[in-house]
């Protein structure tokens, strides 16, 4: 595991861009209804918004989503990361000016600390930035 140091600061902290871009993310999504970190998608479960990280040129948007622990496949929500990435994550990154152009939607059964080692089922999809849409990236 990298040093602490050298692993990603939350939105708070980054030093490389403007932070109020960052503080700009964070408030697209407080200026909607007390119920705006609960996001429905397409399938109709509802994906719990628990962190945003921007480093460098990469914003993370990090999801909750208890069921995937159950059984929940990626083929399952695979429509509801790409739905994430392209109504939730891209227009916020645009409101608050950010110039990222990769993200990563992740979606795990519970909140489990950026780069830590853990158990907890996750799963992984990054994207490219093109234009004002979200393309997929292979790992």
Do not use: H
Not at 29 to 45: E, H, K, M, Y
Not at 56 to 83: K, N, S
Not at 85 to 106: K, N, R, W
Request: proline residues 7%; aromatic residues 10%; charged residues 20%.
């Amino acid at each position: 595991m990298p040093p602490r140091s050298a692993r990603p600061k939350g939105i708070f902290g980054q030093k490389k861009d403007n932070p109020i871009r960052y503080l700009a993310i964070i408030a697209s999504f407080l200026a909607l209804p007390v119920t705006a970190q609960q996001i429905a998608v397409p399938s109709g479960r509802v994906l719990s918004l628990f962190e945003v990280i921007i480093e460098d040129d990469m914003g993370r948007f990090r999801f909750v989503l208890p069921e995937i622990a159950d059984g929940v496949d990626f083929e399952d929500i695979v429509d509801d990361i790409d739905y994430v990435c392209s109504q939730v994550a891209l227009p916020a990154l645009t409101q608050a000016g950010s110039d990222v152009s990769q993200l990563v939607i992740s979606v795990s059964a519970a909140e489990v600390a950026f780069g830590e080692p853990t158990e907890i089922v996750q799963y992984f999809q990054p994207f490219r930035r093109v234009a004002d849409a979200c393309v997929w990236k292979e790992f």
